[in-house]
């Protein structure tokens, strides 16, 4: 009887080590299937070749080693395939296609071989929308109805899609922080644009079940940003000495975020295991600090060693936006997300950035310069 037992005992733990085996194993080949979904993506991405999207390519491209990505650029000035990397360019998990995102043929052809796509592309300068507006309506607005006729035909293979919106499109803060719930108040051309983009995006998720939500970043800054853009005229002035052009009293204030964190919070976006919480929503992205355009002149400044006296002011931007400052609290909560690189760390990285790509920027200074027609008569923007 007690034989019996032991055998009956013995059985039992055979039996359980089986099931734990087995559950191990099960687990195991579910975390292997995960990992496999991850293996095999093709990230569309279009706007690629400019400032942010060439910055994003590169960190998802180092960091998802068994990734394809699909670029779709029109190169207009302000994109350039300099911006991407040769390791990159020449890699097999590469394709560059040549085109416009309003050319329907053209957008359904990238859109049927994505699983995840951004929608970075866009006339993307205040001041120049200010000068010429044409291409800003063009690309931004109807570039993205045509981006979002094409992911409702493919709905059945694109897993997410994340429209690239902007702080621009709420103009002034009218409460501070701003929350995704903020008005839409446009205050230039391009916000107007984006504004269109943007409401054009939510529209087409009220109307069609699309797996797309909307990230609105705040002013973005890094490596490779275009001459015309603020910081970069500021540093690369401080580095030949010439006089920083403020607009206005300078006072204005804005939300600085380095392009390596929007590429962080894109990231989660894309990978967040349930999509349900951040599918057909809106993500503002930003540091939760303001900090004023003169404050950011006056740290170039010091950093080169120059008096203040280096500080020239101009008229002012029409349409300015006084301040802008993020809300933190949906980004936190919903992808684990917050800044993490210093305006001072960033500041210091662009930089070094200016100072080691000399021959790239200085093509540019032709661009930094733009006359727009304001009821005092024409002035130089810078
Ligand atoms: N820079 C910022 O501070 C900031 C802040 C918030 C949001 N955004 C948004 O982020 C996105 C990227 O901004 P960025 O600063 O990198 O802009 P960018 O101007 O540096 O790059 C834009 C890219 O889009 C490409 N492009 C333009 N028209 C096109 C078209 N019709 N078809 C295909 N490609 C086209 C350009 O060639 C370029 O490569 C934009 O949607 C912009 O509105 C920018």
Same mark, same amino acid.
């Given at each position: ?24 194993? !099960? ?6 299937? *995960?990992? $496999?979904?991850?293996?095999?993506? #093709?990230?569309?991405?279009? =706007?690629? @070749? ?99 006729? !094409? ?6 293979? *694109?897993? $997410?899609?994340?429209?690239?919106? #902007?702080?621009?499109?709420? =103009?002034? @803060? ?107 929503? *809106? ?13 950011? @002149? ?85």
């Amino acid at each position: 009887m007690k034989k019996q037992m032991i055998h009956t005992g013995f059985l039992l733990v055979v039996l359980f080590n089986i099931f734990i085996s087995l559950t191990q194993c !099960s687990d195991s080949f579910l975390h292997t299937s *995960i990992h $496999r979904q991850r293996e095999h993506k #093709t990230v569309l991405l279009t =706007g690629a @070749a400019g400032f942010i999207g060439s910055n994003f390519l590169q960190y998802m491209f180092d960091k998802y080693p068994n990734y394809t990505f699909d670029v779709l650029d029109l190169l207009t000035y302000a994109g350039s395939l300099e911006n991407i990397p040769d390791y990159i360019r020449k890699s097999n998990r590469f394709n560059f296609f040549y085109g416009s995102v309003t050319n329907p043929d053209i957008v359904d052809l990238v859109m049927s071989r994505a699983d995840y796509v951004v929608h970075f592309a866009a006339e993307s300068h205040v001041c120049r929308s200010i000068f010429d507006d044409l291409a800003f309506f063009d690309t931004d607005v109807m570039g993205t109805r045509v981006m979002m006729r !094409s992911l409702v035909k493919h709905t059945s293979t *694109i897993q $997410r899609y994340i429209h690239i919106s #902007t702080s621009e499109v709420c =103009g002034t @803060a009218e409460t501070q922080p701003m929350d995704e719930e903020h008005p839409i108040n446009p205050r230039s051309p391009y916000a107007a644009a984006k504004a269109g983009a943007d409401r054009l995006v939510y529209s087409y998720w009220c109307t069609y079940d699309i797996p797309a939500l909307i990230i609105r970043p705040f002013n973005n800054y890094g490596p490779q940003q275009h001459l015309e853009k603020m910081l970069p005229r500021f540093i690369t002035a401080a580095m030949k000495g010439e006089p920083l052009t403020v607009h206005g009293t300078g006072e204005q204030s804005r939300d600085w975020l380095h392009t390596l964190d929007l590429a962080r919070a894109l990231d989660k976006a894309l990978h967040l295991e349930d999509f349900s919480k951040i599918k057909n929503q *809106i993500l503002h992205i930003g540091s939760g600090i303001a900090t004023s355009v003169v404050t950011i @002149a006056k740290k170039i400044l010091e950093h080169f060693d120059l008096p203040e006296d280096y500080l020239q002011f101009t008229p002012d931007r029409p349409g300015q936006v006084a301040c802008h400052i993020s809300s933190t609290e949906k980004a936190r909560k919903l992808l684990d997300w917050q800044t993490e690189i210093s305006l001072e760390e960033g500041i210091k990285d662009v930089i070094t950035w200016y100072e080691n790509n000399r021959a790239r920027w200085q093509r540019m200074e032709g661009m930094k310069h733009i006359p727009v027609q304001t009821s005092h008569g024409t002035i130089t923007l810078q």
